[in-house]
């Protein structure tokens, strides 16, 4: 077992303290993740890739089938920067958009040693510049805030995160993004410095038209992600909150190579190109030039001893004992890296769905029955949101599909399949894998150590 963690210094700010509206509101939205390592890394070299995020609405399977999928009151996990909504229903002003980024040019100097080169892009909570480092010789993202005192706040917060994550290691092996440093430029613009990264895994499936990754590489990201859990739960007594796609990051910055797709037949009979990119040519298919990853996004991170929000996670990788009101622990992360790793294989996401009783039904349908202990345990919020208590047992379901709220939402569930038929025949055992982390009890999830043993992480494959 890992060695318990380095005393913890007590942070400026309580977690509870980043949220101005609904608790476990406050979330980044995807644009945001240009404000961290990263961003359009190998955009000069390879024209167009990876896909321009800096306004970043993101298409899931359900806009393809039957319009917007929000992540919260009818908003998509992805609002448009400066919207003043994030995932989740954050609460602020619109005076706090109307202030501006900070205005930078080439060639300005930073804390006396960051050069800056170019910008790599814009987000709600600010903008993030490629510099390089004097003092190291190196290149760095800086991630400047804009000058809203809840944006440098909740910044800060994330900082304390980064600077544990550091100091427990030192020499950034854990799979989590690198915080050099911080600084205050000009007495306004708090600024976090880190280790430039290259795409996120959604900016990956995008520019390939959601045609899913090589089963070579998913085997890799499931290990790195399994290691960086390792690190995270058992060392830092820490769990994440907000696992997705968008905050996965490459670690290279060097451009795709030209490929095939092995499973182009699968993808075709399964529809082929989405409608969001209809009318369109799909292009070839491009693979990373390394599989190396590296976690990013902590400003939600929980540690064990502090208060647990009651909702964490952007909708679709939130797992059944948030929704049912159980209280949730470090196995939650476990669920995201299952819903992930299905939608790295599929392209499209594993419970593609905005509202909470359809969510719980697909999972029914995809995994199988929700265990009778949970419903029974649902917060009373739950219980008079989307279930109902049978009068002849008193035991309470779900009641679907008399409550679904259209035909069409009926109809979308119904055409999921159960999760272990959702892979080809020589898939099995990584859908197996991905199975024991969506295990329906969070009890009877693995750890990630234990998940690192599974017979996929050791299993060959062509493809």
Sequence with gaps: PPPPPPPRPQRALSKSARSEGAEGAWKQDPAEQLAVPGGKGCEEEQGDWPPQRRSSARTSPTERRAGPCAAENGERPGSAPGSGSASGSMSGSNSDDEIIHFSWQEGMVMNSRYHLNKLLGDGTFGRVVL????????????KIIRDVKRYMDNAKIEADILKDIRQADPDGTSGCAIMYETFTHEQRFYCLVFEPLGASLYDFLKGNCFRGFWMQDIQSFAQQCMQALMFLHGHLRMTHTDLKPENILLQSMKPPHADRFPREAEWLRRGGPSSSSKGQAVGGYLRPAS??????????????????????????????????????DERSDLWSIGCILMELYAGEQLFATHEELEHLALMMRVIGAIPAVMLDRASPAARDGYLTQDPRTGRWRLPWPERASSASSERHVYSQRPLLEQVLPEHVVFADFCRELLALDPRRRPDAADALDHDFLRACFRD
Excluded at 131 to 141: M, P
């Design 131 to 142: 510099a390089n480092d004097q003092g190291s010789n190196r290149q760095v993202a800086i």
């Design 291 to 328: 599989s190396r990853i590296k976690l990013i996004d902590f400003g939600n991170a929980t540690y064990e001893d502090e208060h647990h929000s009651s909702i964490i996670n952007t909708r679709q990788y939130r797992g059944p004992e948030v929704l049912l009101g159980l209280g949730w």
